[in-house]
């Protein structure tokens, strides 16, 4: 997997990290584990798993309830400047981070210009995976229910954001995913993120990709879309998206 992976991305350049969890049979797989890249808009998740660790869905106001909405279907960044700032900004993000077993993530402290906050965290996509594994898992921080809203809001993103780990479902799948996409500044070149689950066809995936250093968006989705097919290709083997295939 990992030479397919270097042969295919090999022809884009920069950086590409990534991991999958079959939540089905324990399977897994990394590739370039512990390098540390930005999340910026995956971090979304995480802001409202850590809002939803101090109050549960049932009792938010329905502004809050909007920001969350907002944040996490449209990706709308003032949304979740609010929520952040709920939170207790970095120190909130920190301790929840903690709580769902994040040992390699970091996001700098200070109010927010932009995403250049909580945009700017650095993680490793095995933190992401651990994280999103919390909303599946019973054995969570979070209540089953806020679970559940959670992974809700996931699976009805804005048409136009639907790219990234997609790219690796079956037809009939149920995708839950939050993708990411910033610019940097110093050198305007991108990143591109997407993490989530992927459900159906008897297994559930854990999945998630960034790309640093790509030359413009539509390359850094390419190389996005591009590892989690061959990742998830290589998981369902030889019967590919038949019911309970290996």
Same mark, same amino acid.
């Given at each position: 997997m ?14 590409v990290t990534?991991?999958?969890?079959d939540l ?5 797989y990394?590739?370039?584990p512990?390098? +540390?890249l ?7 998740? =995480?802001?409202?798993?850590a809002?939803l660790l101090r109050?549960r869905? +049932? ?5 809050v309830?909007q ?12 949304a ?6 709920r939170?207790?900004? +970095? @120190?909130g993000?920190?301790? @929840?981070?903690?709580?769902?077993g994040?040992?390699r993530?970091?996001t700098?402290a ?9 945009g700017?965290?650095?993680?490793? @996509?095995?933190?992401?995976v651990?994280?999103?594994?919390a ?12 679970r559940r809203?959670v ?7 804005t ?7 997609s790219?690796?479902?079956?037809? =009939? ?6 993708n ?9 070149r991108?990143v591109?993120?997407?993490?989530g ?7 559930d995936?854990?999945?998630a990709?960034?790309a640093?250093d790509? @030359?413009?968006m539509?390359?850094?989705?390419a190389?996005?879309?591009?590892t989690?097919e061959?990742?998830?290709?290589a998981f369902r083997g ?8 290996h």
């Amino acid at each position: 997997m990992t030479r397919t992976l270097d042969r295919f991305l090999g022809r884009y350049g920069g950086r590409v990290t990534a991991a999958a969890h079959d939540l089905t049979t324990g399977r897994s797989y990394r590739y370039r584990p512990g390098l +540390q890249l930005p999340t910026a808009s995956t971090s979304k998740i =995480g802001i409202l798993m850590a809002l939803l660790l101090r109050t549960r869905w +049932q009792d938010l106001s329905r502004p809050v309830r909007q920001d969350a909405e907002q944040m996490i279907r449209l990706s709308d960044n003032g949304a979740a400047d609010r929520l952040y700032r709920r939170i207790g900004l +970095q @120190a909130g993000l920190a301790g @929840a981070n903690r709580r769902f077993g994040l040992t390699r993530t970091f996001t700098p402290a200070g109010r927010c210009l932009d995403l250049h906050c909580w945009g700017i965290t650095r993680t490793t @996509a095995e933190d992401q995976v651990r994280l999103v594994r919390a909303l599946a898992v019973a054995a969570s921080p979070l209540a089953d229910e806020d679970r559940r809203q959670v992974l809700r809001l996931m699976e009805k993103v804005t048409p136009d954001q639907k790219w990234g780990i997609s790219a690796g479902a079956c037809e =009939g799948d149920r995708v839950a995913l939050k993708n990411g996409w910033l610019r940097h500044v110093s050198n305007g070149r991108w990143v591109t993120a997407s993490t989530g689950l992927i459900r159906g066809h008897g297994h559930d995936y854990a999945i998630a990709i960034i790309a640093e250093d790509s @030359a413009n968006m539509a390359v850094g989705v390419a190389k996005v879309e591009g590892t989690a097919e061959r990742i998830l290709n290589a998981f369902r083997g030889r019967r590919g998206c038949v019911a309970g295939g290996h």
